[in-house]
């Protein structure tokens, strides 16, 4: 299929996919042996981006000529670790630059309705009980994302909180200090 939109600066620069293609795990082989042509793996990615930079439904990828809905859903369900690997390479990168600043750390959530469900939806009590996730942040002092979590909209916050900490890709100073003095 045809590019039909021009790159306008939403795909992934060249210097990025040489580091994202190292994570990519590799092509699961078919349980018949056989299988269509998988989109290549670029494509897919830039898809995917494109769904997370510009908040389009998974149909909206039709008119882009990028790849299809389904193989680009499809690849962002079975590479997930591939993100979240991504995000903590960012992290570290970030941190030897610039530097993470763990002096203040910044928590904040927030529930949305969620009409199809999923394993991290519960009853929104903001919402008469209609099915909802709440979502939580932890950011650096700068606002940098640093831990990341998703659960029911009825899972309390102290709780939700609890596992945006452990959720974190990389470990801050303090607690790297509290497991060498306990060995």
Known sequence: MGQMI????????????EQMVRLLPP???????????????????????????????????SATGICSKSSAHRRFTEE????HEFWRQGLLSYDGLVGI???WLSADGAMTKAPLGGEKTGPNPTDRGKLGTKR???TDARGVPVGFAVDGANVPDYK??????DAMPVQRPEALLDQALNL
């Open 6 to 17: 021009q790159d306008s600066g939403w795909r992934i620069p060249d210097d990025l996919w």
């Open 27 to 61: 092509r699961p082989s078919h349980p018949l042996g056989c299988h269509n042509p998988r989109v290549p793996d670029r494509a897919a990615m830039d898809a995917i981006f494109f769904v997370l930079r510009t908040g389009c439904q998974w149909g909206a990828l």
């Open 80 to 83: 997930a670790g591939v993100f």
């Open 101 to 103: 600043d763990w002096e």
């Open 136 to 138: 939580s942040v932890v």
């Open 160 to 165: 939700l909180l609890e596992a945006t900490l």
